[in-house]
């Protein structure tokens, strides 16, 4: 049986994106440790662990997250007022993809994160 246990995420700078996690969304720093030869950090959002590190000197990155590729596409976060985090967001300077959007049995909206992570926000109606 398989069941979920983290996301990992490389990220151009640890610190900027760590911060993200935490002050923006709300995460928890659970420790700051190595990834092999990276520095990294380990983060509980709500339940679900995060893995961030910095990419390795003999690892090549290419792209920053703005094109489409397969594989990784988007984080999903469930939240109570969609509107109101939205406007939050905005106030902060991050780009939004698309607003709030009603897709008949939720509201969603995307934004982009540190290096150019995608976010969806998610109200489901009641």
Do not use: W
């Not at 398989?2 to 996301?7: C, G, I, M, Q």
């Not at 990276?38 to 000197?57: C, E, K, Q, T, Y």
């Not at 703005?66 to 939205?86: F, M, N, R, T, V």
């Not at 406007?87 to 969603?108: A, C, H, M, W």
Request: proline share 3%; with cysteine; hydrophobic share 35%.
């Amino acid at each position: 049986m398989y069941r979920y246990h983290h996301l990992h995420l490389i990220c151009s700078d640890l610190e900027r994106t760590e911060r993200f996690f935490v002050e923006i969304l709300g995460a928890r720093l659970v420790e700051r440790r190595k990834f092999g030869t990276a520095d990294g950090a380990v983060l509980d959002l709500h339940g679900a662990r995060i893995n961030l590190r910095i990419s390795r000197p003999d690892e090549v990155m290419t792209g920053d997250g703005s094109q489409k590729h397969y594989g990784y596409d988007h984080l999903g976060l469930e939240l109570e007022d969609i509107d109101s985090a939205y406007k939050e967001l905005q106030e902060k300077g991050f780009e939004f993809i698309s607003p709030p959007t009603d897709t008949g049995i939720s509201k969603v909206a995307f934004f982009r994160g540190p290096d150019n992570i995608i976010i969806e926000l998610l109200q489901r109606k009641v």
